[in-house]
């Protein structure tokens, strides 16, 4: 990373003028003051080494506006910019279009190289794989297994990358489980793959690139293990920064399912040279099987005991928060689990090779951890934290999952993200609440930060509306406030021939919309969210202009498509959280006790940046136009609806469907929309 001496700070107003660099680089490029604006803050960030909040409305190029002067001051600095996303669809928007485009134009005082970061559990270990492919067939072997298994096999025969994505067909999940990268497995320099090694041959080129792309869980995983998964950075640019929280509430606090203690345990009682302890070659045949038998009699006590865990249950729940001094159910046996843990600690001084070793003390650590959060969750000692149980669905019945989350993440991300010497960059459409980041600022503990709102410069007041419906039965009303919406869909859809995205806060609501669309026999296509991958359903609504879509969370924000293939985004309720959530109610009342009202601190800040995703879904490109229907009376009738009002882009309100239609036939072509 040897930069030429005496570089000096980008003219960013040059760089981003309407004749300048990025003129010369993009056909139809037009200036905008508030891609310039953005960038130029990012830039007084990263030179005066301070954290930066930057709201980019959509439209203001906010990749670019960060990409160059990251890019710019890397190289000066002779330092690494890091980069993190949460979708890849951004991920791969960037890694395929935008910094290639970048250093093929040659626009920076000397080259810059670029690398994407992946988890160690997304590259192939030959190692594994040879063994794996050189085991006996066994009888009844599942065919799938073996096809995919010769897959990989060929596969790594060409010049290749090693990450499963970049696989010419997908394989399962159960195989690329015993053929992928463990770091805890890895034997390094030992290996008699190591030259070979896809993984580590990505580490070198990370260590000599200037950029780095990651996603949220990396990056997190990184900071939760002191940097060992990430080659040194200093600054990191947090793009999509709105589901930080999100991301973060997952890896500070702890979680723990049924299925990942029983199948640990189940595989050291199996027999076979795949399994634990069979596949250890040198060890005492007495020892193996007093360990095999010490696993058995834990792995059928674990079993009942997480059986029991099904008693809290009521029959319509899923998640319960767990409260109180004493449970109903049995203290797990915890000694045992560490005791077993103990004993293949032991076996490490008996095994002939440090791959055997290590795998050892891969799994009496995994045993210790999971003995911790069994028992931190069962007796409940910390108040700062809320441990509540979830129900999930297996092909096994149903199983159980343990969760311990935080209730307030500031001062943890205080220390371990924000009281770095790195600059912390954090960006996003919806990050600032009427141009107010106070929410943000409270919720993950920044300290004194820049900060900048740019809108966005897409003429909302022109080409776009919102249908705000007067009759609509309060929500509380469930019956007839869901007929309501099925027959306003409907409408809407036949008003608009298609091109509508129905967005929901519930499963339940998403299939009752798609059942009763259905039922109607309507001449449209349509699309719901889990019936295909989402990167199809989209491609199916783009190439046709009358398909209707159908979405609840995730489909609320990411979601790119521009053109009039979107006409009408129906928002069927305002997105509130699920007010039962163990996480939602314990940190209410964490924030009653701190003398706050959590709804109007808490609830209605993360409801309207969830709506303010949601509305962004319509509006792509200075030529898109159409309507968000909002169909939640509440944002009229209660007086805390105006603060939702008031996040949005300033455009027309219309309350009845004539003028719905009045504004169909104005904006849109005969051809799309059937009047």
Not at 116 to 135: F, H, K, P, T
Not at 257 to 275: N, T
Not at 454 to 465: D, K, L, M, V, Y
Not at 563 to 569: D, F, I, W
Request: aromatic share 8%; hydrophobic share 40%.
């Amino acid at each position: 990373m040897e930069a030429q001496e005496d570089l000096q700070p980008l003219d960013i107003k040059r760089f981003f003028a309407a004749n300048g660099t990025l003129a010369k680089m993009l056909p139809g490029y037009q200036q905008r003051e508030e891609q310039v604006e953005l960038a130029q803050t990012i830039q007084e960030a990263l030179y005066t080494q301070q954290h930066c909040l930057a709201e980019a409305g959509t439209g203001v190029g906010k990749s670019l506006a960060y990409l160059v002067p990251g890019i710019a001051w890397a190289l000066e600095n002779k330092a690494r910019l890091l980069i993190v996303t949460h979708t890849k669809a951004l991920q791969s928007q960037l890694m395929t279009k935008e910094l290639p485009r970048l250093a093929g134009q040659k626009c920076f005082a000397r080259d810059f190289r670029f690398e994407i970061c992946l988890g160690a559990e997304n590259y192939l270990c030959l190692l594994r794989l040879i063994r794996e492919g050189s085991q006996e067939q066994i009888s009844g072997i599942d065919p799938e297994y073996n096809q995919h298994l010769q897959l990989c096999l060929h596969w790594c025969e060409g010049e290749i990358s090693g990450i499963r994505a970049d696989l010419p067909k997908p394989v399962s999940d159960a195989l690329w489980q015993r053929v992928c990268v463990i770091n805890d497995l890895c034997i390094q320099r030992q290996c008699p793959q190591y030259k070979e090694c896809y993984l580590l041959q990505a580490r070198k080129r990370q260590r000599e690139a200037d950029v780095l792309v990651a996603n949220h869980y990396l990056f997190f995983s990184n900071l939760m293990t002191e940097g060992r998964l990430l080659p040194e950075y200093k600054a990191v640019i947090l793009d999509e920064a709105h589901k930080l929280e999100d991301v973060a509430t997952r890896f500070l606090g702890d979680t723990l399912a049924q299925f990942e203690v029983l199948h640990l345990l189940s595989d050291m009682v199996k027999r076979g040279k795949v399994h634990i302890l069979d596949a250890l070659q040198d060890i005492d045949s007495g020892l193996r099987e007093k360990t095999r038998e010490k696993a058995a009699v834990l792995a059928a006590k674990q079993e009942c005991w997480w059986k029991s865990l099904l008693n809290l249950f009521h029959s319509q729940s899923d998640m319960v928060r767990i409260t109180g001094h004493s449970l109903p159910i049995a203290a797990p046996d915890t000694e045992l689990i560490r005791g077993l843990a103990q004993d293949l600690t032991e076996l490490q001084e008996s095994v002939g090779t440090e791959e055997e070793a290590r795998r050892l003390a891969f799994c009496a650590g995994r045993l210790t951890e999971m003995a911790g959060i069994e028992q931190t969750w069962f007796e409940r000692v910390s108040q700062e934290s809320v441990y509540w149980t979830e129900k999930i669905k297996t092909r096994f019945g149903p199983q159980v999952r343990l969760n311990i989350t935080p209730l307030d993440l500031s001062d943890k991300l205080a220390g371990v993200l924000f009281g770095t010497e790195a600059s912390v960059v954090l960006t996003s459409a919806t990050l600032a609440v009427e141009d107010d980041f106070s929410y943000v600022r409270s919720r993950l503990g920044i300290p004194e930060a820049l900060e900048v709102v740019t809108h966005s410069p897409f003429p909302f007041q022109e080409h776009a509306a919102i249908y705000l419906p007067t009759a609509i039965p309060d929500p509380k009303h469930v019956e007839a406030y869901e007929k309501y919406i099925l027959t306003a869909v409907e409408t809407l859809i036949n008003i608009f021939a298609g091109g509508v995205f129905v967005l929901c806060t519930s499963y339940r609501m998403l299939h009752r919309i798609a059942g009763y669309l259905r039922e109607q026999n309507s001449r449209h296509m349509i699309l719901v969210q889990g019936e295909a991958a989402p990167q199809r359903l989209i491609d199916y609504f783009q190439r046709d202009s009358h398909a209707v879509m159908l979405g609840v969370e995730t489909f609320w924000q990411g979601v790119d498509i521009p053109g009039e293939a979107l006409r009408c985004v129906v928002i069927t309720r305002l997105p509130f959280d699920v007010p039962t959530h163990p996480i939602h109610q314990a940190r209410a009342e964490y924030l009653t006790l701190m003398g706050e009202n959590p709804f109007m601190t808490y609830s209605i800040p993360r409801a309207a940046l969830m709506l303010r995703q949601g509305f962004g879904r319509l509006i792509r490109s200075h030529a898109d136009r159409g309507i968000v229907a909002i169909m939640d009376p509440r944002i009229q009738t209660r007086g805390w609806g105006q603060l939702f009002l008031d996040t949005l882009p300033q455009c027309s309100h219309l309350q009845h469907m004539d003028q719905v239609r009045n504004f169909v036939s104005k904006h849109f072509s005969q051809e799309n929309v059937v009047l």
